[in-house]
């Protein structure tokens, strides 16, 4: 990230982490490795990040009054 961090969340599993940040980003984390593995550029700072129960979608709250959900199948 090139701003400050306001959210990370854990997928249930344990196995990725999410991070949100008011650079506008969410970056996907592989926790194993500590490799980032994808990157999504949204339209506003980030404030929240969470994952749904079967950790195939992350959930990103932004500064500007939207939230988007993001399918993480691959």
């Known amino acids: 990230h090139t701003e400050a961090v306001y959210s990370v969340s854990f997928s249930h599993s344990g196995e990725f ?4 940040s008011f650079d506008s980003c969410v970056h996907i ?3 194993k490795s500590g490799s ?3 990157t999504y550029r949204g339209s506003g700072g ?8 079967t950790d195939d979608k992350v959930a990103a709250c ?9 399918d993480m199948r691959m």
């Open 17 to 20: 982490l999410a991070t949100g």
């Open 29 to 31: 984390w592989s926790v």
């Open 36 to 38: 980032l593995l994808r």
């Open 46 to 53: 980030i404030f929240d990040v969470s994952w749904n129960r």
């Open 62 to 70: 932004y500064s500007n009054n939207t939230i988007c959900v993001i």
